[in-house]
């Protein structure tokens, strides 16, 4: 028998195992996900898994840092084959491999990781983590673009300063005070 797991190569714990043991796992940073993992880039609810004859199709969920497989960003759902490695934001990467039941193993239930071989599409046994090379993208990665906090704080402050300083100067020199009827019972005007 046949399964899939996860091995995160980088992140919060290197070399943790995530057995893919359901029909549909979502990956996030919320404890309600299947597949948990505590990084700030990593979205909520950040991307799916779910089993597509036989094997597992990954998508994003409209994650903030976005979803890659070998180094190219999701834009729809991709197949996924052993040995790819999805990336999480910036920082995790997760291998996806193949599981199987090695029946001549002496300790009953122990498994063995295996890939197919592409010369005969046999099962041979294979290392547990395998290396992988992760090939770069020629179409650039599209992120989306986010303000800077400075800017952020340029617009506040000149909203303040435009409330406390610009709006008072501009009713003294039209000589509106006396129209302002909390002011006008303070200065007393005719």
């Known amino acids: 028998m046949t399964g899939f797991q996860l091995v995160m190569r ?5 070399g943790k195992v995530f057995p893919l043991q359901a029909d549909e796992l979502f990956i996030g940073r919320d404890v309600g996900n299947d597949i948990v993992i505590n990084d700030a880039e990593i979205s909520r ?20 840092n976005g979803t890659a497989v070998n180094g190219e960003r999701l834009t729809s759902r991709h197949v996924m084959r ?14 996806f491999e193949s ?5 001549e193993a002496t300790v009953v239930g122990q498994r063995t990781v295996r890939k197919p071989t592409p010369e005969s599409g046999q099962v041979t046994p294979a290392p547990a983590r395998p290396e992988v090379s992760v090939r770069q993208s020629a179409a650039p ?16 402050v000149l909203a303040v300063l435009c409330l ?5 100067l501009m009713i003294d020199y039209l000589n509106m005070w006396c129209s ?10 005719p």
């Open 45 to 64: 609810r950040h991307s799916r898994l779910a089993i597509q004859a036989g094997g597992y199709i990954l998508e994003d969920l409209g994650s903030t």
């Open 141 to 156: 990665v599209v992120t989306k673009k986010k303000f800077p906090t400075w800017l952020i704080v340029l617009v506040i």
């Open 10 to 14: 980088s992140g919060p714990t290197p």
């Open 180 to 189: 302002i009827p909390l002011i006008n019972g303070i200065l007393g005007c």
């Open 82 to 95: 052993v040995g790819e490695v999805i990336s999480l934001g910036e920082h995790v990467a997760l291998v």
């Open 99 to 103: 599981v199987a039941d090695d029946k």
């Open 164 to 168: 406390c300083v610009a709006l008072p």
